[in-house]
């Protein structure tokens, strides 16, 4: 992963592959806590700020054998929307500057394919206000396993 170093890593590494385990998905659109994303999609789209975390969990995605796209933001996936063949999973980050992920979620719903893209947040909030019509939520701290899971893999 370019541009970290050691202590970087290890801290993500601590956030994204040691984290205790939580809820994977909460009831939301027919899905429960445990059950995994179906794996009907063509691509997976990673929308985080952190540099670290967003390069481990597209590493990790990729490993599995998930086409990634990686975002730093929300307008920043917006603009890879229309690049994405569908149907597609974004992984959303809800704290973001420039356009935070509840803002993305308003836009997305506008989007003339908004029908080819389901979401799972991404946060540490322990109550994604406003998080509206997402398929599920992977709690931060998350950990490899939760998000193979994810993918309906065993870790």
């Excluded at 601590?14 to 179906?38: H, S």
């Excluded at 999609?41 to 796209?69: C, F, K, M, W």
């Excluded at 597609?88 to 509840?102: A, C, Q, Y």
């Amino acid at each position: 992963m370019s541009g970290c170093t050691d202590h970087a890593l290890s801290s993500a590494a601590d956030l994204v592959g040691r984290g205790p385990i939580t809820r994977l998905i909460e009831t939301r659109g027919g899905f429960t806590v445990g059950k995994p994303v179906p794996r009907r999609y063509r691509t997976i789209l990673v929308v985080e700020d952190d540099p670290d975390v967003r390069e481990i969990t597209a590493e990790v995605l990729r490993q599995e054998g998930a086409s990634v796209v990686e975002a730093v933001d929300g307008a920043d996936a917006l603009t890879k929307l229309d690049d994405l063949e569908g149907p597609s999973l974004i992984l959303l980050d809800l704290v973001m500057p420039r356009m935070d992920g509840l803002e993305f979620l308003k836009r997305l719903q506008a989007h003339p394919r908004a029908a080819d893209f389901s979401v799972v947040v991404m946060t540490g909030r322990s109550d994604p206000t406003g998080a509206q019509g997402v398929l599920g939520e992977l709690k931060k701290p998350f950990n490899i396993g939760q998000l193979v899971a994810l993918l309906g893999k065993p870790a």
